[in-house]
């Protein structure tokens, strides 16, 4: 009970408020995204499976994906208050990982980017845009640049439930 005691009075000494639930409009912000999906390249070829789902009241978002190849991966979507912006974390049956965090992107759309690390060395700028469709289907882009952002890599996948 004393950790507990520590943690909530902070470094500052003042106390810091938990809120009571996870239900402010900040953490909707994905909902668009929660469901079951059938995912394809935008010319319908099947790129794999995608369970999306709110976790821990609310609180945030596990992603659950496979795909056509049987390769999976995980990711964990929390709200963090202090900076006001989603963050992710990515992990893979293949052991890569990603770490990413909300930035402004398109109107309509979530956007988080991130540096990932190359194997060897290095890294590379990584951004996913989710844009819901008038359909309720999900469109996300994934791109990768190497170059620091002045040319991008994408990848695109439609969702449809």
Same mark, same amino acid.
């Given at each position: 009970m004393?950790?507990?005691?520590?943690v909530?009075?902070?470094?500052?000494?003042?106390?810091y408020?938990?809120?009571?639930?996870?239900?402010g409009?900040?953490?909707?912000?994905?909902?668009?995204w929660?469901?079951?999906?059938k995912?394809?390249?935008?010319?319908g070829?099947k790129q794999?499976?995608?369970?999306?789902?709110?976790?821990?009241?609310?609180?945030?978002i596990?992603?659950?994906?496979?795909?056509v190849?049987?390769?999976?991966g995980?990711?964990?979507?929390?709200?963090?208050?202090?900076?006001?912006?989603?963050? *992710? +974390?990515?992990?893979?049956?293949? @052991? /890569?990982?990603?770490?990413? $965090?909300?930035?402004?992107?398109?109107?309509?759309a979530?956007?988080?980017?991130? *540096? +990932?690390p190359?194997?060897?060395? @290095? /890294?590379?700028l990584?951004? $996913?845009?989710?844009?819901?469709?008038?359909?309720g289907?999900?469109r996300?882009?994934?791109?990768?640049?190497?170059?620091? @952002?002045?040319?991008?890599?994408?990848?695109?996948?439609?969702?449809r439930?």
């Amino acid at each position: 009970m004393r950790w507990l005691v520590l943690v909530l009075m902070g470094t500052a000494g003042g106390p810091y408020t938990v809120p009571e639930s996870c239900s402010g409009a900040e953490y909707h912000a994905l909902d668009f995204w929660l469901g079951d999906w059938k995912v394809t390249s935008p010319e319908g070829e099947k790129q794999g499976t995608n369970h999306i789902q709110a976790i821990l009241g609310g609180c945030a978002i596990r992603e659950q994906w496979t795909d056509v190849m049987g390769g999976q991966g995980e990711s964990f979507f929390y709200y963090d208050r202090s900076l006001a912006r989603w963050k *992710q +974390v990515w992990v893979t049956s293949r @052991g /890569t990982w990603k770490e990413k $965090t909300q930035v402004d992107g398109p109107s309509g759309a979530v956007r988080f980017q991130g *540096q +990932v690390p190359r194997p060897k060395g @290095g /890294t590379v700028l990584d951004r $996913t845009t989710l844009t819901p469709l008038p359909d309720g289907g999900v469109r996300q882009v994934i791109e990768v640049s190497a170059d620091g @952002g002045k040319t991008w890599q994408p990848w695109e996948g439609i969702y449809r439930h």
